[in-house]
């Protein structure tokens, strides 16, 4: 099967997701606006619901690799994946009310980890932070990440990414480190 087959039906999804949501698109919806038959696409994703999946990954996985984590800040990257959505507004609010809060929340914790890790390891050199604490601070931090964008997303994303990202950040970064000054006398 062809690479062009999958671009294809990815770019037929978005056109549908501009008109309307998520639970609404149909594999005959896809399959009838491609030219292509139902096991073509049943080829290369299991439903509807499995490929909006990959092409969120996919979009992540690429915002990952032109934001690296450890070279890049979790500000960073989080400002960036919410200009996209922010960008593709109809798209993402479609999607977001579609799968839900809890499966989005999830997938930004999961994201969000790997940034905030290497940013967790950066900001206490210097302390002595166990690395449990530190996994339960990055825990903490990954937790209201997810929490701040998916009430962002389900409030419908009326703030700019920016001014939410920048104003967040400098709240989150003063507590991080004031959780591992905290977490290091704990240890003394």
């Not at 056109?15 to 639970?23: A, I």
């Not at 994703?45 to 984590?69: C, H, T, V, W």
């Not at 200009?83 to 809060?101: A, C, P, Q, W």
Request: proline share 3%; aromatic share 14%; glycine share 6%.
């Amino acid at each position: 099967m062809s690479v062009l087959t999958k671009q294809a039906i990815f770019a037929s999804f978005l056109k549908f997701l501009q008109e309307k949501p998520l639970d609404k698109i149909t594999v005959k919806d896809i399959v009838d606006d491609c030219g292509i038959n139902r096991k073509t696409f049943y080829y290369y994703f299991s439903d509807i619901y499995a490929m909006a999946e990959e092409m969120f990954r996919a979009k992540l996985d690429g915002l990952q690799k032109e934001f690296p984590p450890g070279e890049y800040s979790w500000n960073d990257f989080i400002e960036k994946a919410s200009e996209y959505m922010y960008d593709n507004k109809k798209i993402t609010l479609h999607v977001f009310r579609s799968v839900g809060y809890e499966k989005m929340n999830d997938l930004i914790f999961e994201i969000s980890r790997e940034y905030i890790l290497p940013f967790i390891e950066k900001t206490s050199e210097g302390l002595f932070v166990s690395e449990c604490d530190m996994k339960l601070i990055a825990g903490y931090a990954c937790i209201t990440i997810a929490g701040v964008i998916t009430r962002w997303l389900s409030g419908g994303m009326k703030t700019v990414p920016k001014e939410l990202v920048d104003r967040f950040s400098k709240i989150l970064d003063g507590t991080l480190r004031l959780s591992l000054e905290n977490a290091a006398k704990l240890n003394k």
